[in-house]
């Protein structure tokens, strides 16, 4: 009885402190950023404002508290299904998306 509570501490213990990452490859996601994301969110996802103009849409930079408190479900949602203004972007499968949302919690300020 002893070692089976053990066991559960143990556990809770372990989930309690794995950090709250996507399981994704930041540098992986970095480069995907670059390619896909940073023509219109900047290097730095900092945003773009002629576009934001453009489109009459506010970008608020990827690193910001209101962007970072979003899930990672939700910053992957984004990306594979489009959000607001923002259509989905092509060629990117569900491992991609974990990767570039590892890389985005990389951004936080
Ligand atoms: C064609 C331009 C374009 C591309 C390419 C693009 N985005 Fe966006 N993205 C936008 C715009 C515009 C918005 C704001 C949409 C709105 O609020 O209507 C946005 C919004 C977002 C948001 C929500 C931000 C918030 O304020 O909640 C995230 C997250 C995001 N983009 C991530 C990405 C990632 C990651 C990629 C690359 C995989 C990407 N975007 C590619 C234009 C783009």
């Given at each position: 009885m002893k070692s089976a509570l053990t066991i559960i501490s143990i556990s809770a213990i372990l989930s309690w402190t794995t950090p709250a990452f996507?399981?994704?490859?930041?540098?992986?996601?970095?480069?995907?950023?670059?390619?896909?994301c940073a023509g219109c969110h900047?290097?730095?996802?900092?945003?773009?404002?002629?576009?934001?103009k453009m489109l009459k849409v506010e970008m608020?930079?990827?690193?910001?508290?209101e962007v970072q408190s979003q899930s990672d479900a939700d910053l992957k949602k984004v990306i594979l299904e489009g959000?607001?203004?923002m259509k989905a972007v092509a060629g990117i499968d569900a491992k991609t998306g974990d990767d570039v949302v590892?890389?985005?919690r990389t951004l936080k300020q």
């Open positions: 996507a399981a994704g490859d930041a540098a992986a996601g970095k480069q995907t950023f670059s390619t896909k900047g290097v730095a996802g900092e945003g773009k404002d002629t576009l934001a608020r930079p990827l690193g910001s508290k959000r607001g203004k590892t890389y985005l």
